[in-house]
């Protein structure tokens, strides 16, 4: 039985997906009236688990994805949340916001072929 194919190619909605979780990420931290310096200061920050691809492809894809993937910064929403620990939780937010935007701009997870190669496309 032939398939339709997607009106909508799928990586646009995990983008849409990757906007809402920046805009809660971020309107929850505005909401709280953290510092935005230490926002700013942080945003970027999982960005320098691209260091791992200085010892190779697999490394980097492992370190990348380890630092953009939501279980971690999540971990630490809840844990912030649970013991009042502000500071994990707006690292957390931060983190996850981080992600999202990444997302949103069509930065997937990246594989072993290189850091071009991502769930979401591949990147020009």
Known sequence: MPTTPNLIPLRYYLQLEALAVFAIAVTTYAS??????????????????????????RAGALTYNLAHT?????????????????ALFTIGLIWCA???????LGFGLKNDAGFKDTHLNRLA
Do not use: E, S
């Not at 970027?44 to 492809?57: A, I, Q, R, S, V």
């Open 32 to 57: 709280c009236q953290f510092n935005w310096w230490l926002f700013g200061g942080l945003f970027f920050t999982p960005d320098l688990f691209m260091l791992g691809y200085l010892f190779g492809k």
């Open 70 to 86: 939501y279980f971690i910064p999540l971990l630490f929403v809840g844990a912030g949340t649970w013991l009042r620990a502000h």
């Open 98 to 104: 981080h992600i999202g935007f990444d997302r949103m």
